[in-house]
């Protein structure tokens, strides 16, 4: 009999490290694939070319990079206020039965399938954007307003359990000095649930910069930095994803040479969010 | 004097900290409004442009000219098949790391290392995934554009949230269960599997349609690992196109409105089944 436990508690073991190995072997296959190719036309050359021109062997990423932190940025001025600000309304006003109708909505806004979100990015952002500022609307802001409403899910849920976790204490003593409720939500409540809605702005942020298809689907993917936010863009997920369906040989590994990029990005992003307290007091 | 100028300043902030909040509820109340219209806006747009394009031959009918004429039959059955496929792997590998995370691991290093291995892999992107079951399953393991390759990428893709999901249920069932068990001479094993899996199933199928729901959904990690070839995966080592793959090529190639708005419509439906069906589980488990 013990024997047979200490089986079933290795096999639950191994399964509890896939996980793990998952990470390691996912590293290090973009990692080789990508490698020889950054180490070919040098680290510094492929961050900070200006040009992309795998036919002619030419692979510089720079617009790429400029238009994934482009078009993060327009997606979290957008996205941060409202995904705050829906956080503190469920989490501070809102009465059981209007959190019962908003609680399930963000649900199905963070399950709803990317290309969902590309295809209204496609259908109504963009004619909206080409009618309004009379350009070709594949754009900066096009990607960004899409992205901005893909990321308030997640910025929402983490601000909204970051804030409840403030003990009632605070809120309490704040309200018995004589404060108003806003201004205890403002200077005691938003204040202490800080750290916590920093890491979720940052896994917003993640989540931006690693959106492929929506993004694929609006942005227009011409590889120049953009003048503007009108123009069209490129950005890391969308070089990876436009050309993988054709690359071969060394356009290929130059491709898996930005997935590595994209991969940094996103690590550097989750070891923040993952060094920062979710909870307030922690 | 000195009194009643004191009384009037603090009536006059008073008003103004009124209006302060008021102006700060209407915000917050209009992110919250925001937030319900958009959804309303997506889901809204694809519904009143493909409800009146879904049909029984749309369903059951297979695709002619590349998708632009005929039905999604072959498309629907490959969506299941790869779900399937991915969860038969996937469920078992999640709920046992979380039995193991929350029944038999002490705090310390490793635990973190878990922890940390799948909070990234959570945070990875499915393009990256998508990449690394092109070069892992496809090519290097030789196991081509087909059924197996895509399977196993999104197995790594979902693991996350089966395991998350399962280790907050195992969590809520009360302590009294287990030493309940323990006390009637069971061993940690049989306490675990007779008492602690069948009080937690809900709350871990909840965890498992979600993975359903992230299958369904993707298209950056599908369409480089099962391919995007038409017709119906007659063994594991096919490739075959699921419906946001195929939803992406029809918009990305403007091959036919109404048929894209048509998939769009029944992969919506899906995603609400999906919702639904979650959000009713979690409700079941949390009365419970």
Redesign the interface.
Known sequence: ?KA??RV??L???I?????????I??SY??IS?GYPVIRKVGLLDFLSGNRWAPTQGVYGIYPMIVGSLLVTAGALVLGV??????A???A???KPR?AG??R??????A??????????G???IVPFIRKVFNNQGFSVLAGSIVLA?MI?PTI?NVSESAIRSVPRDYKEASLSLGS????S??NVIVPAARSGITAAVI?GM?RA?????AV??IVGNSPLVPESILSPVRTL?GN??IE??YAGGEHQKA??AT?IV??VF??L??IA??LIPKKAGE | MNELTESSITSGSVNK??K??KT??I??????A???L??I???G??LI?GIGHLSLDFLTKEPENMGKDGGIFSIIITTIYLALFSLLIAA???I??A???TE??KEGPVIR??R??????A??????????G???FVV?LKFRYSMVSGGLTLT?MI??TI?RTAEESIKMVPMSYREGSLALGA???QTIYKVVLPASIPGILTGVI?GI?RV?????AV??TAGSSLGLPNSIWRPGRTM?VH??IL??EGLSKSN?YAT?TV??IT??I??FT??RLIKQFIRS
């Open positions: 009999m047979y436990e079933i508690q096999v639950l073991f399964s509890a490290i896939i996980a793990v190995f998952g990470v072997l996912i296959f973009i694939e206020p409202i995904g705050i600000g829906c503190i309304f469920l501070e006003l809102a209007i109708i908003l399930p909505g963000i649900e199905l806004l399950g709803i399938p990317s290309v969902i979100y590309g295809l209204y496609l259908a109504v409403v308030l929402i108003s409720h806003w201004q939500i403002k896994l993640g910069i690693g959106e492929t298809m694929i689907m997920t990876i994803g993988m369906g491709l898996f997935g994209l991969f996103i690590m992003l989750n969010a993952h | 900290i009124r302060n909040e700060a509820f915000f917050l109340w209009a992110a919250a925001i937030t319900v958009t959804l806006a997506i889901v747009s694809v442009n078992p590998i999640g046992s790391a039995i193991f995370l038999y691991a290392l878990i940390f291995g799948t909070e990234t892999l945070g990875i992107p499915s393009i990256i995934f998508g990449l690394f092109y070069v892992f290097f790594f693991l996350p395991i061993t940690k094993w979600l729901g369904v959904g993707e298209t950056a369409i480089y946001a939803l992406y918009a990305s894209m769009a992969l919506i995603v609400l999906i919702n979650a959000n």
